[in-house]
């Protein structure tokens, strides 16, 4: 049984049916890749997992629980962390700041009135804060303001704030989109190193198809908003069916 | 020192002498000289405004500040506070802090209700809410629980709420000789001075001032405390990215609604304590005008910073009070080495800036701060920081800066 079961899921927007009786099953400790031309309903997928979108139909269960009808911070509290596609990071604050956030919401909740403790007073969320950012290999950048840091730097500190939480799966949406091809190497290192090291389910929609060869255990090809085809990467690189959604006409000639 | 660091120790330390030496420092010139009637600003009025309306823009930079929700109606908590404090000397007795203490719940409460209404929108449209919410605030405070003739009158309408004689005040103060009471602290009257006079300086030390001061001062300690706690950096995190908030497993809202309480409280405490200065409260300090005047000072001495919202209050009082004392004579007396022609011509264009017009001139003010200084006044005490240790370190080594164009 997978942590993530999505059964029979279907949204309309207006006229267009963007997901139409949506099957996955993303299994514990894997990477599962979510791949698809442009408009075949990804991103409209992911947002009914993290709360943002309610389908019309289907169920999402996360690890036995169903995760629709809760807000996005609810479901964070479940175990799901989300990565952005433009990195959603607090601009404003030091890049220490920014991992020390996630660090309090995991231990204290949706709401915590602590407004008499210093924040830096408080040692066993700092040490992890610091830990953390050694672990992104951005210790050096822990005073720095997050907004001034590169896109690169600013997508390895918004993973290592999901990571921190130690969520049980990871949601990754085009994590590489925009990127420079040296930066869009490194986050392959990132998230393969991620994979090796932790207990972590990853789910990813991703364009790049090097990067999802480099890390999907699974993938499922979805067009206009239903599964194409779910199989191991070797089978999918020459599946007909995926050459010709995907990649067009011409090249399944 | 109490939890702070060296950084905020030494910036309350700072706040602690100036406020406690504020007499002196407000009156730099000799008394009776032209100089004293124009710019000194060490009478009691004065100060005890500088210190309340501290208060006020400090819990409003709680809010605005560090969530960066701008309510525009703020000056409704510090009517309501000034509200409930005359109620408390009308009916229970002149001892200052039961009134400012019921000042403070009254106006939570309040903050509560509204901001739990006005917090289910953000940005332009959670200002519009709270703007409108005080505007009807002030219409009931103004008129429909103000007319002096029914029975439930709750504010006195036009008028304002104010002591009569025959009031309850069962704690008792009865008055021997047909006086209205005063308010006091455990029988410290507020309006009671003690005068210094050194040469020709004149120095007032005033109860109700230092009161007041000592309350600015442990408000600022607090706010200080919220600035450097997780709940402070969780609000400035609303500001940069509610999204990511809400994904890092956070509500938002409650959040938010903690720090409007936090600052309608101290509004409440500032209206409490301009009532426990002077025991009168009038539905004007509710008015819209009121509100805006509130995110001006905060703007002016700079939103977010620790020290800037005691700044913005204390300039913006010192020019109101200083511009709406110029008149024409005084210009004339100023402007009279010039030929008379220009005088006159230059005494008519000046007229528009100065004592009823003060508005004008602070208007200008404003607009110069908000385009040369964003950050406010604050900003510009840093810039000129900045320009000295640069002096300094450009003397040691070279600057390091010249690379060759790309």
């Known amino acids: 049984m997978g942590i993530l079961e999505v059964k029979n899921v279907g949204k309309r927007f207006g006229g267009l049916q963007a997901l139409n009786k949506v099957e996955l099953d993303v299994k514990e400790n894997t990477c599962h890749a979510i791949i698809g031309p442009n408009g075949a ?96 290999n951005m210790a050096d950048k822990r005073e720095m303001h997050a907004a001034s840091m590169s896109r690169g730097d600013k997508r390895r500190l918004e993973i290592g704030m999901c990571l921190s939480q130690e969520p049980r799966l990871l949601l990754l949406d085009e994590p590489t989109a925009g990127m420079a091809r040296a930066d869009t190497n490194n986050t392959i290192d990132l998230l393969k190193q991620i994979k090796d090291e932790r207990d972590i389910t990853i789910a990813i929609i991703e364009h790049d198809m090097h990067v999802v060869f480099s890390l999907a255990d699974r993938i499922t090809v979805l067009a206009q908003g239903t599964p194409l085809v779910e199989d191991d990467p070797e089978n999918i690189k020459g599946h007909p069916k995926v050459r010709e959604a995907y990649l067009g006409e011409t090249a399944a000639a | 020192m109490l939890g702070l660091n060296k950084k905020d120790t030494t910036l309350f330390l700072i706040v602690i002498g100036m406020a406690m030496l504020a007499p002196f420092i407000l009156n730099p010139f000799p008394e009776g000289s032209s100089l004293a009637q124009m710019f000194n600003a060490g009478y009691p009025d004065l100060m005890q405004r500088f210190v309340i309306f501290g208060i006020l823009v400090i819990g409003f930079n709680i809010l605005f500040g560090l969530t960066g929700y701008l309510s525009f109606g703020h000056a409704a908590f510090l009517g309501i506070g000034s509200y409930s404090a005359v109620w408390m000397f009308k009916l229970v007795g002149m001892n200052v802090l039961p009134a400012i203490l019921l000042s403070m719940i009254v106006s939570g409460v309040f903050a509560l209700l509204i901001g739990y209404v006005s917090l289910r929108r953000s940005g332009i449209y959670f200002s519009i809410l709270t703007l409108a919410i005080a505007q009807m605030c002030y219409n009931l405070a103004y008129s429909v629980l103000g007319n002096p003739s029914s029975n439930f009158n709750l504010t006195n309408g036009e008028t304002g709420l104010q002591l009569s004689l025959n009031d309850p005040r069962i704690l008792g103060s009865a008055t021997t000789d047909g006086a209205l009471p005063v308010t006091n602290l455990f029988g410290a009257a507020m309006r009671s001075s003690y005068q210094w006079e050194a040469g020709s300086w004149l120095f007032t030390f005033n109860v109700g001032y230092y009161f007041s001061a000592i309350i600015m001062l442990i408000s600022f300690y607090i706010s200080i405390r919220i600035f450097r706690s997780p709940f402070g950096m969780m609000l400035r995190a609303v500001k940069s990215n509610q999204q990511r908030m809400n994904y890092t497993g956070l509500n938002t809202r409650p959040y938010v609604l903690a720090a409007f309480v936090i600052s309608g409280i101290y509004a409440g405490l500032a209206g409490g304590l301009l009532s426990s200065m002077d025991p009168l409260a009038g539905a004007e300090r509710m008015h819209w005008t009121a509100s805006g005047e509130i995110v001006i000072m905060a703007i002016l001495g700079g939103v977010g910073t620790l020290i800037g919202p005691v700044v913005g209050a204390g300039f913006n009082e010192y020019f109101k009070n200083i511009l709406s004392k110029i008149n024409d004579d005084i210009l004339h007396t100023w402007l009279s080495f010039l030929p008379d022609g220009l005088e006159n011509l230059l005494v008519g264009f000046l007229h528009y800036f100065v004592g009823k017009g003060w508005h004008l001139t602070l208007g200008i003010m404003f607009m110069l701060v908000i385009i040369f200084l964003p950050g406010g006044l604050v900003q510009g005490g840093q810039r000129i920081a900045k320009l000295f240790s640069r002096k300094k370190d450009g003397q040691a080594t070279p600057p390091a800066t010249q690379t060759p164009a790309e």
Do not use: W
């Not at chain 1, 993290?50 to 269960?61: I, Q, R």
């Not at chain 1, 989300?82 to 404003?92: A, K, L």
């Not at chain 1, 915590?112 to 924040?119: D, G, I, L």
């Open chain 1, 41 to 136: 309903g990804k991103s409209t997928l992911l947002n009914c997992f993290v709360g943002k979108l309610m389908p019309d139909t289907g169920s999402v269960m996360f690890d036995g629980q169903s995760v629709l009808g809760r807000t996005p911070y609810e479901i964070n509290q479940m175990g799901i962390s989300r990565v952005f596609q433009t990195p959603e990071i607090f601009g404003d604050l030091s890049v220490l700041e920014n991992m020390m956030i996630p660090i309090f919401a995991k231990r204290d909740g949706a709401f915590r009135m602590h407004a008499f403790e210093n924040m830096f007073a408080e040692k066993e969320i700092v040490e992890h804060a610091e830990h953390m950012l050694e672990d992104m």
